[in-house]
Each structure stands twice: as structure tokens, then as C-alpha cells.
């Protein structure tokens, strides 16, 4: 036995518990944060206690929350009740599992240099709305510096901790001063699906924007992940000379034959296999340096490997990083370092 906490965790086993001394409940169900094909997720009732055994899937960490099921025919969700330990996520906090031998980033406790934000809002007719954007910057701030754009900026920020890698790696001397911008997301189901009025606004309206405010050195290196990181290779390859790097993680990558799943529970699954069927067999204009990663876990792990395969050969520096974990913003945290510190300093150095 490795761990008498809940849940309980052997070398080879989890084991969920959920006290009902009241039969309260009908039903209870685990809802994991990663892809468990053929698993069996539901509880079994005995003895006043909900029970589930699975075997120790192959990650760092697991994310997960339970489904009761009441016997008034009422559902909840919730965490784990026995597991004090919380992930944040853009939709809630979710119980997580930290597996003998996860170790957090280092940056997460190292020293960083100050920062200051400043708060825009882009003028974006195509889209009819404002894009927000937060700059984040070491001070002083009064001089060109590189600059790295992120799609679901904020969440970004708050869940994964992105200024504050950006504010330890500048004061390890790891990488150079460096400015980031937090794009603030929209309708971000149509806006990063794939969306030409996306891309045109950030070509039009985003990037001179913050080149004339900021005085920025080339080239931009844009990030995303999820949908985000699709908009950005989208953008990427529409626009020529946009970025000349990008960072996408877990990014959706979306087919008919890999992503079947997808097709009736994502409204943009038509626009995004699409157009993820013209880039495999499209070349591109413009190549750049290009860094992927993708959790072990999740499923857009087969897209991401075959997207990584068609890039190379198209011509891109593309490399794909597995991570032992899911589709969470702790995942993409930890893939930082030194995924995306890699990938700036060879930008930004040549």
C-alpha cells in the first residue's frame, strides 16, 4: 500500500470511496478527467459505502469529480469529499489525484522578477465586439522587447500560473525579458474554430495594436490551447508573417476518422475537421518553429500525433511533447518548462 488517504492508491490500483450510512444515494458514478476507454465507472453499493476499483492509469496526476445520483431522482456533482486536494479549472475545481513521484515545477517556488499589466481593448468590427487584453511586463517597461500571445489569455494566467513562469524564467536569465499579451476569449467555440474573421481580426486589428503600443521585437510567438491552440496554427497559416513561433498545447485537431466522439457534442465539429482535413493535405505558405504538447490521456492525443507527423513533413521544426497527464491547465503548466522556454529562446535567439 503506498497511500492510506483517500482515495486509497497501491502500484497498481485506485480505489474510490464515498460513505452512505443513510442509503441516500441510488447511484454513484466517477466522472474522470481523462480518457479511461472500456472502464467501468460505477460505483457498487455495500455495507453503507460506495465502492470503485480501477486500475492506476498512466499518469502523474488525475483530475475527477462524482455524479450522485439521489433517491428523489435528483444528480449532483460534486468533488470528492474524501480528498482534501483541489485542481482549478476554467469550469470549477475538480478533486486530483497527485501520484507517487509528481513533482510540481520548479519555477512554481523560485524568485521572480516584477511585473506590471496593462489592460487594452482591440476594436474588433469583424467579430462586433472589443477583444481584451492584458500586457503583462518586467519592469522597467520602457523598451522593444519580444513578445509571446496567448488565446484564453487569462485563464491562462489565473489556472496555470503563465506570467508568473514568464517572471521566473527572466530571473533565472533562462530567457530574455519578454512581454506577454492575455487575449481575453469571446464566443470562443466560433471564434477558434477555425474562424477567418478571427484570424483577420488578429492580423488586422490585435497584432498593430500591440506592436504600436508596445514597440515589439519580431517575431511574435503566438500559444494556445485547446481550440485556442487550432486558432492560432489557423492564424498562423492564413496570415504569413503573423508569428514565427508557435506553442500549442492539447490543441483540437479535430477528424472524422480519429475524433468520432466529437461529431453530435461540438456544435463547429464540421468547420473544424474541415479545415483540419485541408491542412493534412495542404502546403502551407509559410513554415515556423512549432512546439506541441498533449497529455497521454486525453483524447486528442491521436490528432495531436498525427498533426505533429504532417507538419514535419510539410516542412515545420515541429516537435510533440507527451505529458503524463490530461486536458487541464495544470497539465499545460507543467509542460512549460522546458517545452515553451525551448521554443522562445531558439525564436527569439535566431
Not at 151 to 156: I, N, S
Not at 171 to 197: C, Q, S, T, W
Amino acid at each position: 500500500m503506498i497511500a492510506e488517504t483517500e482515495p486509497l492508491v497501491t502500484e497498481g490500483s485506485v480505489t474510490f470511496r464515498l460513505p452512505d450510512a443513510d442509503s441516500a444515494l441510488n447511484a454513484t458514478r466517477l466522472l474522470p478527467a481523462l480518457s479511461l476507454p472500456g472502464t467501468d465507472l460505477d460505483f457498487e453499493f455495500a455495507d453503507g459505502l460506495w465502492q470503485l476499483e480501477l486500475p492506476r492509469p498512466g499518469v502523474h496526476r488525475m483530475e475527477y469529480r462524482l455524479r450522485l445520483h439521489h433517491r428523489d431522482g435528483s444528480d449532483e456533482e460534486i468533488c470528492d469529499p474524501g480528498n482534501t486536494l483541489r485542481a482549478p479549472g476554467a469550469f470549477g475545481d475538480k478533486s486530483v489525484i497527485e501520484f507517487p513521484g509528481y513533482v510540481p515545477p520548479a519555477w512554481l517556488g523560485a524568485d521572480q522578477v516584477p511585473g506590471e499589466t496593462a489592460d487594452l481593448a482591440v476594436p474588433a468590427p469583424l467579430l462586433a465586439r472589443d477583444i481584451a487584453v492584458r500586457v503583462w511586463s518586467p519592469a522597467p517597461v520602457d523598451e522593444p522587447l519580444p513578445l509571446l500571445v496567448a488565446h484564453d489569455g487569462p485563464e491562462y494566467d489565473r489556472l496555470a500560473g503563465l506570467t508568473a513562469y514568464a517572471a521566473a524564467m527572466i530571473a533565472a536569465g533562462d530567457l530574455p525579458p519578454f512581454r506577454v499579451a492575455l487575449l481575453a476569449p469571446g464566443e470562443r467555440d466560433d471564434e477558434y474554430a477555425a474562424n477567418p474573421r478571427y484570424a483577420a481580426t488578429l492580423h488586422q486589428r490585435v497584432l498593430p495594436l500591440l506592436r504600436t503600443t508596445l514597440a515589439v521585437t519580431e517575431p511574435v510567438v503566438g500559444m494556445g490551447a485547446s481550440l485556442g491552440g487550432l486558432a492560432m496554427l489557423h492564424a498562423q497559416r492564413a496570415l504569413p508573417g503573423l508569428f514565427g513561433g508557435l506553442f500549442l498545447q492539447s490543441a483540437s485537431f479535430l477528424t472524422v476518422d480519429l475524433d468520432p466522439q466529437e461529431q453530435h457534442r461540438f456544435g463547429r465539429f464540421g468547420q473544424v475537421s474541415v479545415y483540419v482535413a485541408d491542412v493534412l493535405r495542404t502546403v502551407p505558405h509559410e513554415t515556423v518553429p512549432v512546439v506541441m504538447t498533449c497529455g497521454t490521456a486525453e483524447e486528442n492525443l491521436a490528432n495531436n500525433r498525427q498533426m505533429a507527423v504532417t507538419l514535419t513533413k510539410q516542412g515545420y521544426d515541429a516537435r510533440l511533447v507527451e505529458v503524463p497527464d490530461a486536458h487541464n491547465y495544470v497539465a499545460w503548466r507543467d509542460a512549460f518548462d522546458p517545452a515553451l522556454t525551448a521554443l522562445l529562446r531558439a525564436v527569439w535567439s535566431g
